[in-house]
């Protein structure tokens, strides 16, 4: 069960995130409005990210690295339990998807919430964790927030609560690290580097 957790994690990160190197941070000065901020996000299209991730359930916690490429619209995630002890690789552009689960198994489909669902059993927001993990509310669904520093602090939408609890100092911020929780599972995600490609 918890092997499925780590997969749907992975296609999490799916949804197609797109992000650019990050500019060094601005001399001190005026504070990027929300606005502001979320036009310089949604313009990142290639990036990669990597950290570690942590899931929490009432039977079991785990962590696992992560490891995520996006180009534009296609990607390449990975995720590897400690010692890279199983794990999951995750490849994707639209319309198609391609799981690998420790080498032994290997699931396709049009979208990544349609093999977590049809194969392993999992509701996920995939297509939603591209917009969360850069600090945006996805544009998609109804949400509420509260900003800090014009930054998102809170997000709750589709039934999730997001929580930014720390952003980098580059300009514009990056989320550095987050919480995902909805019902009895909470995800952690640490973020270590965000590298323009």
């Not at 500019?23 to 606005?35: D, E, I, R, Y």
């Not at 313009?43 to 785990?62: C, F, H, M």
């Not at 544009?139 to 927030?145: G, L, S």
Request: aromatic share 10%.
């Amino acid at each position: 069960m918890l092997k499925h957790l780590f997969i749907a994690l992975g296609c999490l990160y799916l949804a197609g995130c797109s992000l650019q190197k990050t500019q060094p941070a601005l001399p001190l000065g005026p504070t990027l409005s929300w606005q502001d901020h979320q036009a310089l996000l949604k313009q990142y299209a290639s990036w990669e990210l990597s950290g570690k991730v942590g899931i929490r359930t009432p039977e079991d916690n785990q962590t696992a690295s992560l490891k995520w490429l996006q180009i534009k619209q296609t990607y390449q995630i990975d995720i590897h339990g400690p010692w890279g002890q199983g794990g999951a690789s995750i490849a994707g552009m639209p319309g198609e998807v391609t799981v690998n689960v420790s080498g032994d198994k290997q699931y396709t489909g049009v979208s990544p919430e349609q093999i977590l669902y049809e194969k392993l059993g999992w509701d996920l927001p995939i297509s939603d964790i591209y917009w969360w993990i850069r600090g945006l509310p996805s544009p998609a669904k109804p949400y509420t927030h509260s900003l800090e520093n014009n930054r998102l602090k809170n997000l709750q939408q589709d039934g999730w609560e997001i929580q930014y609890l720390r952003y980098n100092s580059l300009t514009p911020a990056l989320p550095n690290k987050l919480s995902l929780s909805r019902n009895d599972l909470k995800i952690t995600v640490v973020i270590n580097s965000w590298i323009k490609q």
